[in-house]
């Protein structure tokens, strides 16, 4: 790869993920605007340890506390439900939250991805998913935080997560979308969306590194490791200037966005 390549894709990757722009949406631009080569498993699996290690490096007091109340409810004496805390029940709320993806992505994830990786549905999920958003932000009571989330609440929120699997609707958007629908402030929607990636990012890094074994690699060192890090330092930053300023920007710039991206794919579409 290309050094200019190497920088692009890895800062792609890393701003895409956590914000509610998909991620599939802009990555498919560079091949289809500039003829780019495919970046292989190693630079994938590269910038998937970075976003990772960002997420779990901005999030690691939650992260520690969740961690600490999770396994320390099956010590001490009392039933289960005596031993519950908030962040022991954060901590049911994020595995709950997180199965419908890994069902659905077991058995769907092959035909979804085959099937829906074109402009055409990339560009119809970036506005519709987009236009949910939009609903969601504005009808939301956005008066919950994460002490009132429910196993049932995480359990829709995690439904709706597994829509992600479609390419262009966005992990992210379409987690705080839900938890927006259901009644929850902005910082705890994406506070609840970015804990639930970590699972998913390990889950997705472990399944391409296994398929690196397997196929073998010839990557460059230099990129992969550059990959690691810039995707790092932009995820890391995207997720602190994100909260930062959600509550006073809302939802609709990235709407706005993503109906302007979608309109540019549908472009793109017409001129191939």
Request: with cysteine; hydrophobic share 60%; proline share 3%.
């Amino acid at each position: 790869m290309e050094l200019m390549h190497v920088v692009a894709l890895a800062v792609i990757q890393g701003l895409t993920e956590f914000l509610p722009i998909s991620s599939s949406a802009h990555l498919i631009l560079p091949s289809q605007v500039f003829g780019w080569p495919d970046q292989g498993l190693a630079f994938d699996v590269a910038v998937h340890v970075g976003t990772l290690l960002a997420v779990v490096m901005a999030f690691r007091k939650d992260v520690a506390n969740i961690l600490a109340g999770w396994f320390g409810q099956f010590s001490g004496g009392g039933t289960l439900a005596a031993r519950q805390t908030e962040d022991s029940r954060l901590g049911w709320a994020v595995l709950l939250a997180t199965l419908p993806a890994v069902i659905f992505g077991g058995l769907l994830g092959d035909v979804v991805e085959t099937a829906g990786r074109s402009i055409a549905v990339i560009g119809t999920t970036t506005i519709v998913f987009g236009l949910l958003l939009w609903w969601a932000d504005v009808k939301g009571a956005r008066t919950r935080d994460l002490a009132t989330l429910t196993l049932k609440g995480a359990l829709i929120i995690g439904l709706f997560q597994a829509l992600a699997l479609i390419p262009g609707t966005s992990r992210s958007g379409i987690t705080i979308t839900a938890a927006l629908l259901l009644g929850f402030e902005r910082q705890s929607a994406a506070r609840f969306s970015f804990l639930l990636s970590i699972p998913l990012i390990v889950a997705a890094g472990l399944l391409k590194g296994l398929e690196l074994i397997e196929a073998g690699s010839d990557a460059q060192l230099f990129d992969v490791a550059l990959g690691v890090v810039l995707s790092f330092v932009s995820a890391l930053v995207c997720i602190k200037l994100f909260l930062k300023a959600i509550d006073s920007i809302g939802m609709l710039p990235f709407v706005i966005y993503r109906l302007l991206l979608g309109m540019m794919l549908f472009g793109m579409l017409l001129l191939l």
